[in-house]
C-alpha cells in the first residue's frame, strides 16, 4: 500500500507564499506521474499542477507563472512552490500518484490552503 502525506498548508496573506510538500512511503520513480489537485468548498477536484517521471510538468491556466512543481527523487518527495497567492486559491490541496501497471491513483489525505486578509 502507498501513503502519500502532504504538509505545508496553512493561513497566508493575500500576495504570500505557501510550499506545499507530499511525501511518498515509496520511490517516486515507480510513479508514471504525480500531481496536485485542489477542492474548494462547493466545487469540484480539479488538477493545479502535474510532473511525470520524465520530468514534463503542466498546470492549470489560473496558476501559470505562479506555482511551481518539483520532484526530489532522493526524498521520494513532490512539492509545489505557490507564489502570489489569491483567495481563490483557498482549498483542500491533495497530492496524487499514478502507476499504469496495474493502474492505479493514490490520494493523499489533503492540507488546507486559506488566503485570506
Known amino acids: 500500500q502507498v501513503q502519500l502525506v502532504e504538509s505545508g498548508g496553512g493561513l497566508v496573506q493575500p500576495g504570500g507564499s505557501l510550499r506545499l510538500s507530499c511525501a511518498a512511503s515509496?520511490?517516486?520513480?515507480?510513479?508514471?506521474?504525480m500531481g496536485w489537485y485542489r477542492q474548494a468548498p462547493g466545487k469540484q477536484r480539479e488538477l493545479v499542477a502535474g510532473?511525470?517521471?520524465?520530468?514534463?510538468?503542466n498546470y492549470a491556466d489560473p496558476v501559470k507563472g505562479r506555482f511551481t512543481i518539483s520532484a526530489d527523487n532522493a526524498k521520494n518527495t513532490v512539492h509545489l512552490q505557490m507564489n502570489s497567492l489569491k483567495p481563490e486559491d483557498t482549498a483542500v490541496y491533495y497530492c496524487?500518484?499514478?502507476?499504469?501497471?496495474?493502474?492505479?491513483?493514490?490520494w493523499g489525505q489533503g492540507t488546507q490552503v486559506t488566503v485570506s486578509s
Open positions: 510532473i511525470t517521471s520524465g520530468a514534463t510538468t
Open positions: 496524487n500518484a499514478d502507476r499504469n501497471f496495474p493502474p492505479v491513483r493514490y
Open positions: 515509496r520511490s517516486i520513480r515507480s510513479f508514471s506521474a
